[in-house]
């Protein structure tokens, strides 16, 4: 699966941005998809998981309740809605998708969007 990510910018400390994911090439409600993000010289990190119904979810306890992901299978679309930005938000956000749940939150899932800068100024 083909994936296109969107919806990144330059945003004050506590203001709020959503980010889409467009997917094409397979058959979208089969894969988990995700938000990973990587920041100046820090490591890839997982953000966020939902499941391929929409049912499940995760996030990582840094996000958890200022990050909500959701997706649309009709359009083939997942958003990663932020809220309450803060400065150490600031990173290129990456989706992902994968048949595997785990994989996405272990960053080791196949399918891999170009990237959304998301920058967070105080």
């Known amino acids: 699966v083909q994936l296109q990510a969107s919806g990144g910018g330059l945003v004050l400390a506590g203001g709020s941005l959503r980010l889409s994911c467009a997917a094409s090439?397979?058959?979208?409600?089969?894969?988990?998809m995700g938000w990973l993000r990587q920041a100046p010289g820090k490591e890839r990190e997982f953000v966020a998981v939902?499941?391929?119904?929409?049912?499940?979810?995760s996030y990582a306890d840094s996000v958890k309740g200022r990050f909500t992901i959701s997706r649309d299978n009709a359009k083939n679309t997942v958003y990663l809605e932020m809220y309450s930005l803060k400065p150490e938000d600031t990173a290129v956000y990456y989706c992902?998708?994968?048949?595997?749940?785990?994989?996405?939150?272990?960053?080791?899932?196949?399918?891999w969007g170009q990237g959304t800068q998301v920058t967070v100024s105080s």
């Open positions: 992902a998708g994968d048949l595997g749940y785990n994989r996405i939150i272990r960053g080791t899932a196949l399918n």
């Open positions: 090439g397979g058959t979208f409600s089969n894969y988990a």
């Open positions: 939902i499941g391929g119904r929409g049912v499940t979810t």
